[in-house]
């Protein structure tokens, strides 16, 4: 499975980015997606996740402010961010956990996300 992220940039804090990475190369149906972050020094964290009927799972952090969502005919995950803080810069990597038919952690190139306060 190849995926390839796009959408970050640098804006101000309280401005809006939408990520969006496409998976390909995957021979049966994706059920999870993710979007992990990580910040200069900090640990890798998961910041939303999505299964292929819709389930949401979201990092308390970003709960009322990010929307993950995804195109499952498409084979392409979203991450609206809104009201976006300065502590939200981060790389932010697209993710597709072991599970049916996906044998591997697979990652993303990352793309990052500056916020400016």
């Known amino acids: 499975v190849q995926l390839q992220a796009s959408g970050g940039g640098l804006v101000q804090a309280g401005e809006s980015l939408r990520l969006s990475c496409v998976a390909s190369g995957n021979r049966f149906n994706i059920n999870v997606m993710g979007w992990y972050r990580q910040a200069p020094g900090k640990q890798r964290e998961l910041v939303a996740a999505i299964t292929s009927g819709g389930s949401t799972n979201y990092a308390d952090s970003v709960k009322g402010r990010f929307t993950i969502s995804r195109d499952n005919a498409k084979n392409t995950v979203y991450l609206q961010m809104n009201s976006l803080k300065p502590e939200d810069t981060a790389v932010y990597y697209c993710?597709?956990?072991?599970?049916?038919?996906?044998?591997?952690?697979?990652w993303g190139q990352g793309t990052l996300v500056t916020v400016s306060s």
């Open positions: 993710n597709v956990p072991p599970g049916v038919g996906v044998m591997y952690d697979y």
